[in-house]
C-alpha cells in the first residue's frame, strides 16, 4: 500500500447563511482575494509613508492615493484574467460562445493574463497622475506575493488544480475528480503532488520575502525597476518549476499528447503556462540589468 496523505476534511465555504429563499456563503477563495487586497493596500501605504526607501526622500505618490489606484488595479485583474483565459487556453470555444465570455462566475481566470491587466491598469493610472513608471510599477510589485500565497492556500481548500500523479510519501490523496483521473491512470495508486502548496511556498512565501527583504533592507526602491524585475523573473521562473508538477490543463490533453504540452515537438515541449512564463523571466532579468547598470551609472 503507497504512503499518502489524505486530503483533509476541508470545506470550501468558511459559512453559509440561509434566509428564506436567500443564501449567502462566505468562501475561503473570497477571503483570500480580499485578505490579499488589504494586505498590498496596507504594503503600499507603509512604503509611501517611508521617503527615505525613495529616491531623493520622494515617494512617487501620496499614500491616498493608493485606494484609487486598487480600484484600477482590481478591474485590471478581473478584465486581463479572463480575456487572458479566453485567448490563452480556449479561444475556439470561446470564438464559437462569445456570450459565455461575460460568465466570469463560472469560473476560468488566467494568471498571466490578470498580470497583464495589472500592468495595463497601472500604467494607464501613472500616465493620468504624472507619476513615475517604474516606481510605481515596484510598488506595486512588492505587494503581490501575499495575495499569491493565500490564493495557492485557498486552491489547496478548494481541491483544485492540483498535481500530477506521485508515489512520493507526500503525495496527497485529493477527493472528486483528481481521485477518479489518478485511479484511471494507475490503478490503485491516488496521490497527487500537492502543487497549490509548491505554488504558494515558490511564489508566495519566498518570493514575497525576497521582495519585502529588499524593498526594506537593500534599499531597492533607489534603483527604480530592480523590484518588478525580480518579481517578473522570480514568479515565471517558480511557474516554469510548477508546471512539471501540475496536472496538465484538460484542453491540451490528447491521447498523442499525455503531458498537456501546449508547445511540442514529438512529445518535448512546454505547457502553456511555461510558455507563458518565458516572456516573464526574459523581461524581469531585462530589467534587472537596466537597473544595475543604472545604479553603476549613478554610483
Not at 489524505?6 to 477563495?29: K, M, N, T
Request: net charge positive.
Amino acid at each position: 500500500m503507497q504512503a499518502m496523505i489524505q486530503f483533509p476534511d476541508l470545506s470550501p465555504e468558511i459559512f453559509s447563511i440561509a434566509i428564506g429563499s436567500f443564501e449567502f456563503a462566505l468562501r475561503w477563495y473570497a477571503l483570500a482575494y480580499i485578505a490579499g487586497i488589504v494586505i498590498a493596500w496596507r504594503l503600499a501605504v507603509a512604503a509611501l509613508r517611508r521617503p527615505g526607501l525613495w529616491p531623493a526622500n520622494q515617494p512617487p505618490m501620496k499614500p491616498q492615493q493608493v485606494e484609487d489606484l486598487l480600484t484600477w488595479i482590481i478591474l485590471g485583474v478581473i478584465l486581463g484574467g479572463r480575456l487572458g483565459f479566453v485567448l490563452f487556453y480556449q479561444p475556439t470555444y470561446y470564438l464559437a460562445n462569445p456570450a459565455e465570455i461575460l460568465k466570469i462566475w463560472q469560473g476560468g481566470m488566467a494568471f498571466h493574463g490578470g498580470l497583464i491587466g495589472v500592468i495595463v491598469a497601472t500604467l494607464i493610472y501613472a500616465a493620468r497622475h504624472n507619476i513615475p513608471k517604474l516606481q510605481i510599477a515596484d510598488l506595486v510589485a512588492h505587494t503581490v506575493a501575499p495575495g499569491l500565497l493565500l490564493g495557492r492556500l485557498a486552491n489547496f481548500i478548494n481541491a483544485e488544480l492540483w498535481g500530477r500523479p506521485t508515489d512520493l510519501p507526500w503525495g496527497v490523496a485529493f477527493p472528486g475528480q483528481a481521485a477518479q483521473d489518478c485511479g484511471q491512470a494507475l490503478g490503485e495508486l491516488c496521490a497527487r503532488h500537492p502543487s497549490q502548496l509548491y505554488e504558494a511556498l515558490m511564489e508566495g512565501l519566498i518570493l514575497g520575502a525576497l521582495l519585502l527583504y529588499l524593498a526594506w533592507r537593500r534599499g531597492a526602491f533607489h534603483t527604480p525597476g530592480r523590484l518588478m524585475g525580480v518579481f517578473l523573473a522570480g514568479y515565471g521562473l517558480a511557474r516554469f518549476i510548477v508546471e512539471f508538477f501540475r496536472q496538465p490543463d484538460a484542453q491540451f490533453v490528447t491521447p498523442g499528447n499525455p503531458l498537456g504540452l501546449a508547445w511540442h515537438i514529438d512529445g518535448i515541449g512546454l505547457t502553456q503556462g511555461q510558455a507563458l512564463s518565458l516572456p516573464m523571466i526574459a523581461i524581469g532579468l531585462w530589467f534587472l540589468i537596466r537597473a544595475r547598470r543604472a545604479a553603476r551609472s549613478t554610483a
